[in-house]
């Protein structure tokens, strides 16, 4: 062994600086600040490799591909500021109220709409969270069910499409986002199918757990209802047609669907005479703080890769991983339960920037279809994002949940969501055509 010591070493040190709490794009830059030093004394680092940083950098402000995440974070930011959300919320909620689990049937519903929209979990969580924890309870809802399908249902904005999770990870595997999104779709609807199916199991066995909601609120005139519904629920289901429909149809590239959908969102507000100056500015100050911590992110950790390499971090990394015992099994096996742990403890970006540099090199000698691999990474770390006991879904839904749920209630919920996560990532990986189904048939 030559210098890889110190490039575990590295990789070591940059985890302990990392999970202390310092933000992880200086926990990039100052790792590798730090061992680039040590292997310029050392002999093991020629300054010459800094002039490709310029390349690296200029190459990805022109990504393409990079320029959705401001569109789609925009569109999920309009949508949720201007409360379209929640009325969508509300109205399902009146439609589905009158049956058992009709309340929790709305919630998955709309986690769904809302994912196939925004891609944000954090803010899907947080007003579905609000809107609907308190009436479930408040109507005899099984503490740990109301909590678990919130949990579960927010956090599917991290696989349906325009998952910005899929836009980093195709960024950073080396795939087409379009590609990636038509791989996602069907797993994803799996997800979200598992917890209707686990909902009406409920209703039929344990239908104390999810009983039905009275009468007087749910009872609307028929034109009353077809009113909120043309308002609430056509509208963001004809946004999302738009906005996916013309990505998997080759109709336009996801920045440009990004686009079209930032400007659909603005107009469904503006329709409802909810756009404001204010509105906008709160949305475009939450597009450029996200916006810019992901360029930060990426910036430092190219510079962190750059240096790791350099030290022959990333050949260790990848002999070691095609060398386990089972090969492609057990790389596969590996790689899940590394990013499952990390992301008990870390964002889904952070990981993106520190794990799939590491597994992707492996995954292609091996052979890997890297679509399947990045679908299968994307429903592990939502896996990882709702587990406790420091799942990020958990605590998204812990800052606005009422008194009467406890901690341990919230994130003892996620269990039966884990599960049926667990059972679809098996499934998905036993038959990968549920990712290539759809992106063979657009291809023909």
């Known amino acids: 062994m030559g210098f890889e010591w110190l490039a575990i070493l590295m990789f070591v040190g940059f985890f302990i600086i990392l999970m202390s709490g310092y933000p992880v794009a200086f926990s990039f830059a100052g790792t590798a600040i730090v061992f680039g030093l040590i292997g310029l004394m050392v002999g093991a680092f020629d300054l010459n490799r800094l002039l490709l940083l310029p390349n690296i950098w200029f190459g990805t402000m022109s990504n393409f591909t990079l320029l959705a995440i401001p569109y789609f974070v925009f ?31 709305a919630v998955v519903i709309v986690g769904t709409l809302l994912a196939a929209t925004t891609g944000v979990v954090a803010a899907t969580v947080i007003v579905m969270g609000m809107l609907s924890l308190p009436v479930m309870l408040r109507y ?14 927010g956090t599917l904005a991290q696989l349906i499409p325009p998952s910005l999770v899929l836009v980093i990870l195709s960024d950073q595997i080396g795939v087409s986002v379009g590609d990636l999104f038509l791989g996602a779709l069907i797993p994803g609807l799996m997800l979200s199918g598992s917890y209707l199916l686990y909902i009406v199991g409920l209703a039929v066995f344990k239908p104390e757990m999810v009983p039905a909601l009275p009468s007087d609120l749910v009872n609307l005139k028929r034109k009353d209802l077809t009113q909120k519904i043309l308002k609430a629920v056509i509208p963001p289901i004809l946004l999302i047609f738009i906005v996916l429909g013309s990505i998997f149809f080759g109709l336009a590239t996801p920045t440009e669907a990004g686009a079209v959908g930032a400007v659909g969102a603005c107009l469904l507000a ?13 949305a475009a ?42 090969g492609y099994l057990g790389f596969i096996i590996v790689s899940n339960i590394a990013i499952f742990l990390l992301g008990v403890f870390l964002e889904f970006i952070e990981i993106c920037f520190i794990a799939m540099p590491l597994f992707v090199p492996a995954a292609q000698a091996l052979g890997i279809d890297m679509v399947w691999f990045g679908v299968v990474m994307a429903i592990n770390l939502q896996t990882a994002f709702i587990s406790p ?23 003892k919920s996620a269990l039966p969501f884990m599960v049926l996560q667990f059972i679809v990532l098996v499934i998905v990986m036993i038959f990968p055509q549920t990712v290539r189904w759809l992106i063979d048939l657009s291809s023909v």
């Open 270 to 282: 503006f329709f409802n005479k909810r756009l404001t100056p204010q509105l906008l500015q709160d």
């Open 285 to 326: 100050h939450a597009t450029a703080v996200i916006t810019a911590l992901v360029l930060m992110i990426l910036f430092c950790s190219s510079l962190f890769g750059l240096v790791f390499d350099a030290l022959g971090g990333k050949t260790l990394i990848t002999s070691l991983l095609t060398g386990l015992p089972g």
């Open 389 to 411: 006991p420091v799942g990020f879904s958990l605590f998204y839904l812990q800052s606005v949940a009422p008194k009467e749920i406890s901690t341990l209630e919230i994130h």
């Open 75 to 105: 569109l999920g930011a309009v949508l949720e500021k201007s409360g379209l959300a929640e009325e969508l919320l509300e109205t399902l909620g009146i439609i589905l109220g009158r049956l058992r689990g009709g309340l929790a049937l």
């Open 140 to 153: 005899g809802y099984d503490k740990k069910l109301a909590a678990g399908v919130i949990v579960a249902s």
